[in-house]
């Protein structure tokens, strides 16, 4: 008969995908082990491999939920104005809003997804190009209609924003939401500011 599932198995699975997720940060994904897993989450070895067979698993699970939670907020957006600039405004914040303390998952996604099986590689690929083209949908908004037809100036255009966004962590570490909404802004402002004269 199957073991049943805890009713606190889904937050258990959470705290482990966080905790795991600030070790691979800080030592590494290849030095961190199970069993240090195990220690820092405060359960035994043994209760680890009833949530995840192997570190491989529990990597992909990490940056899978962390994937579809960002591509899944940014994608049922619901703007508060129509205005064009307001848009891309409440994207940008989102999008740094819902980085707040992801900071671990985040390093983990940079250095860690190559050590994933091709197949797995390809699926986290996807969430990430699904989220960028949710982006690059508002940006059009405020681009010039000739840069809109042009797919390599689009990208290059939705990249650097993103580029922007991704690497905010590093300049600015543990930021609180305040000052994410402020550097959104600033963002927002050098992106609709400058999308106009790209033609």
């Known amino acids: 008969m199957p073991r049943p599932i805890a009713q606190d198995h889904d937050d258990k699975r ?21 069993a240090e897993v195990a220690q820092v989450c405060g359960i035994s070895k043994a209760n680890i491999y009833h949530y995840y067979p192997s ?10 939920s962390h994937l579809r ?4 907020r940014i994608g049922n957006l619901s703007f508060p104005s129509s205005d064009p600039k307001a848009k891309v ?15 671990a998952e985040h390093e983990v996604l940079l250095n860690a997804t190559k ?7 390809q699926i986290l690929r996807q969430h990430q190009s699904d989220l960028i083209g ?18 390599g100036k689009m990208r290059a255009l939705t990249m650097s924003v993103f580029g922007m966004l991704n690497w905010h962590y590093k300049w600015c570490r543990n930021a609180d939401a305040e000052t994410r909404r402020a550097h959104a802004k600033i963002i927002a402002q050098l992106v609709i500011g400058g999308a106009p004269s790209l033609s």
């Open 14 to 34: 959470d705290a482990i995908l966080r905790a795991a997720a600030r070790l691979f940060a800080d030592v590494g994904y290849g030095r961190g082990s199970m």
């Open 55 to 64: 570190k491989e698993a529990l990597l992909f699970d990490i940056l899978d």
């Open 69 to 72: 939670y960002l591509r899944d």
């Open 89 to 103: 405004l409440h994207m940008i914040t989102e999008v740094l809003l819902a980085y707040q303390d992801a900071d």
């Open 115 to 121: 050590a994933l099986p091709k197949e797995q590689q």
């Open 134 to 151: 949710y982006g690059q949908t508002i940006l059009t908004l405020i681009t010039p209609p000739d840069i809109v037809a042009d797919s």
